[in-house]
């Protein structure tokens, strides 16, 4: 199990630095209204709790390897994992898991914009609203959508023994 376990972090980290690339490679993950398809990949720890180290672990690295300031590779992992943790812990809510993703970043990535990046044309308050529509986007409808589609075939993508949503031994 703790193989699987590392294999799964492993793919959704992976994933998770793909989808940032390609949203990037589209221009949408820069510009008033941020919309990033690793994003929608938050609702993941409704299926498995190796998706909470593998979002931690893809956001950090697509952080570093976008050229993002330390403020955003810090506190945007920080806040990715807080939300993996948080949505793991709403998994018997399968409506409720994007929440935290949304709730999280809205609050926490306008901060990161402003101070990291010295965003000073632009006031906290507005930022949060459009953080928010982006994370609305990619986590409310985008990750919607994929937690429906992956719920069909969820015991051939992550195994029966992560249905009682426990963290491997060591």
């Known amino acids: 199990m703790k193989n699987k376990f590392l294999t799964q972090a ?8 793909v989808l940032t690339f390609l949203a990037s490679s589209l221009g949408l993950s820069s510009g008033v209204i941020q919309v990033r398809f690793s994003e929608a990949l938050t609702i993941l ?3 498995t709790p190796a998706a909470i180290p593998g979002l931690f672990a893809g956001c950090l690295l697509s ?3 976008t050229g ?4 955003d590779v810090i506190g945007g992992s920080l806040i990715t994992l807080a939300a993996a943790f948080a949505s793991y812990g709403l998994r018997k809510h399968k409506y409720l898991v994007c929440l935290p993703p949304i709730i999280g970043n809205t609050l926490g990535v306008p901060f990161i914009l402003r101070y990291g990046y010295g965003m000073v044309e632009d ?3 507005y930022m949060m ?5 982006g994370e609305i986007i990619s986590c409310g409808i985008l990750g919607l959508i994929l ?3 992956l719920s069909k075939h969820r015991n051939t993508l992550f195994g029966e023994q992560n249905m009682g949503n426990r963290f491997p031994a060591r």
């Open 10 to 17: 492993a793919m959704i980290a992976a994933l998770y630095v």
């Open 45 to 47: 720890p409704y299926f």
């Open 63 to 65: 952080n570093l390897l």
């Open 68 to 71: 993002a300031v330390v403020l």
């Open 123 to 125: 006031t906290i308050p």
């Open 129 to 133: 609203a459009t953080v928010g529509i």
């Open 147 to 149: 937690l429906f589609a």
